[in-house]
T-cell receptor, first 115, second 113 residues
């Protein structure tokens, strides 16, 4: 059973299109994240949700809209895709509460290529 | 400003040689520190973490790291590198459970035979 799973793993699309990436975690964690890894492998936080509530919203274009239907799912929708959106998007989750040490559990990533 | 610096972009070591990857952080609160490894085309796997207690922490795959508060460092070490250790290594800092981690830019490790 994959702990944090993302779909699709690969996504190739044209500029101007709208696309979504889905993420699900079966770890029972309260907090989920989206990170973007650029071509130089730099990982940058985009969004964080705690139990369906948005708690981190970094300076990301408003073409990016996260949605958390429940605490096990966090989806990322991107409108009007641009060349610069090409990257690997990672979903992650972490638990809260006593004994938690702040570790993030990552999915395998979704590689988005915009042509 | 909160940040993580990994001074070495790329390191090559011979198989069987020892390894040290450097990590320095700037963080206002008591840091939680992490090392993650990313193999090509894969997600990030946690190697080890420090949040309190013994400043020398052991991780998976024979890795260890030492937290030095006075130097704001959390360097990763391995006494004998295997070819399968070739990967991208990321140092990260946070301050409590549920906080988004701030990552360094990574160090690419190559292993020569």
């Amino acid at each position: 059973d994959t702990a944090v799973s993302q779909t699709p793993k690969y996504l190739v699309t044209q500029m101007g299109n709208d696309k979504s990436i889905k993420c699900e975690q079966n770890l029972g964690h309260d907090t989920m994240y989206w990170y973007k890894q650029d071509s130089k492998k730099f990982l940058k936080i985009m969004f964080s949700y705690n139990n369906k509530e948005l708690i981190i919203n970094e300076t990301v274009p408003n073409r990016f809209s996260p949605k958390s239907p429940d605490k096990a799912h966090l989806n990322l929708h991107i409108n009007s895709l641009e060349l610069g959106d090409s990257a690997v998007y990672f979903c992650a989750s972490s638990p809260l509460g006593t004994g938690s040490t702040g570790e993030l559990f990552f999915g395998e990533g979704s590689r988005l290529t915009v042509l | 400003a909160q940040s993580v610096t990994q001074p070495d972009i790329h390191i090559t070591v011979s198989e069987g040689a020892s390894l040290e990857l450097r990590c320095n952080y700037s963080y206002g609160a008591t840091p939680y520190l992490f090392w993650y490894v990313q193999s090509p085309g894969q997600g990030l796997q946690l190697l080890l973490k420090y949040f309190s207690g013994d400043t020398l922490v052991q991780g998976i795959k024979g890795f260890e790291a030492e937290f030095k508060r006075s130097q704001s460092s959390f360097n990763l070490r391995k006494p004998s590198v295997h070819w399968s250790d070739a990967a991208e290594y990321f140092c990260a800092v946070g301050n409590q459970a549920g906080t988004a981690l701030i990552f360094g830019k990574g160090t690419t490790l190559s292993v020569s035979s």
